[in-house]
């Protein structure tokens, strides 16, 4: 923690309520976590957004949801209605997985346009945050997506869902960093789950975090510095 204070660290992380057999008295629980601890903002499962949106009324904690997660294979206009939904019901911040088949086959401008629709979709009400699904893509495709998304007009690109084979790795987090302007930042998320891990995230060039691991992370920053 030499570099960075207890506030800079939580103000990284997303915790994710995102895990299909969760439930509502776990929404719950991490909505009172996030809120007791002061953390960036919390994503969970579009049909507990609502429940979500009202445990974290008041704080300055943010509600988040995701679209098309985690496999990203819904039409334009389902990731689309999916967005307007979300900001609906209280959203402001949105975790959308990109159509990674289509960015396998060669389709970078359908790629490009339909965030680019997602975005228009949004209108500024709501953070942007694609996902790209590292695991499966080389690194000349990270870059490039990485570029797509930009000219898309996203606030954040993001490692991955979690729900892969690996999760975020201090390699792509460089690579993204490098091939992103400093009008957009990275969130990194899969398998972060120590203090230790967050903070190499963050040296790599991450501005979020996302994480179900919040509350072991947040007692281990407490038992290291009282500094806020």
């Given at each position: 923690?030499?570099?960075?204070?207890?506030?800079?660290?939580?103000?990284?992380?997303?915790?994710?309520?995102?895990?299909?057999?969760?439930?509502?008295?776990?929404?719950?629980?991490?909505?009172?976590?996030?809120?007791?601890?002061?953390?960036a903002?919390?994503?969970?499962?579009?049909?507990?957004?609502?429940?979500?949106?009202?445990?974290?009324?008041?704080?300055?904690?943010?509600?988040?949801?995701?679209?098309?997660?985690?496999?990203?294979?819904?039409?334009?206009?389902?990731?689309?209605?999916?967005?307007?939904?979300?900001?609906?019901?209280?959203?402001?911040?949105?975790?959308?997985?990109?159509?990674?088949?289509?960015?396998?086959?060669?389709?970078?401008?359908?790629?490009?346009?339909?965030?680019?629709a997602?975005?228009?979709?949004?209108?500024?009400?709501?953070?942007?945050?694609?996902?790209?699904?590292?695991?499966?893509?080389?690194?000349?495709?990270?870059?490039?997506?990485?570029?797509?998304?930009?000219?898309?007009?996203?606030?954040?690109?993001?490692?991955?869902?979690?729900?892969?084979?690996?999760?975020?790795?201090?390699?792509?987090?460089?690579?993204?960093?490098?091939?992103?302007?400093t009008?957009?930042?990275?969130?990194?998320?899969?398998?972060?789950?120590?203090?230790?891990?967050?903070?190499?995230?963050?040296?790599?060039?991450?501005?979020?975090?996302?994480?179900?691991?919040?509350?072991?992370?947040?007692?281990?920053?407490?038992?290291?510095?009282?500094?806020?």
């Amino acid at each position: 923690m030499d570099k960075f204070t207890y506030r800079q660290v939580i103000n990284t992380l997303d915790h994710s309520i995102l895990k299909p057999e969760m439930t509502e008295a776990d929404v719950i629980a991490g909505c009172a976590m996030a809120r007791q601890n002061g953390i960036a903002a919390v994503s969970v499962k579009p049909c507990y957004l609502p429940l979500a949106v009202g445990e974290l009324a008041g704080s300055d904690v943010a509600a988040g949801t995701v679209v098309s997660f985690p496999h990203g294979n819904s039409t334009t206009a389902v990731k689309v209605f999916e967005v307007q939904d979300g900001v609906a019901n209280g959203a402001t911040e949105l975790d959308i997985v990109m159509n990674i088949g289509a960015l396998r086959s060669g389709r970078s401008d359908f790629v490009r346009d339909e965030i680019r629709a997602i975005v228009e979709a949004v209108d500024g009400r709501a953070l942007v945050k694609v996902i790209l699904e590292n695991y499966y893509l080389t690194k000349d495709q990270i870059a490039h997506t990485c570029q797509l998304l930009e000219e898309a007009g996203v606030d954040y690109v993001k490692t991955s869902t979690g729900f892969s084979e690996t999760g975020a790795m201090i390699a792509d987090l460089h690579w993204m960093r490098a091939n992103l302007s400093t009008k957009v930042l990275v969130k990194a998320a899969g398998g972060i789950r120590t203090l230790k891990d967050v903070l190499a995230m963050i040296d790599a060039g991450a501005s979020r975090i996302g994480t179900s691991s919040t509350k072991a992370i947040v007692d281990e920053i407490l038992a290291q510095t009282s500094s806020i």
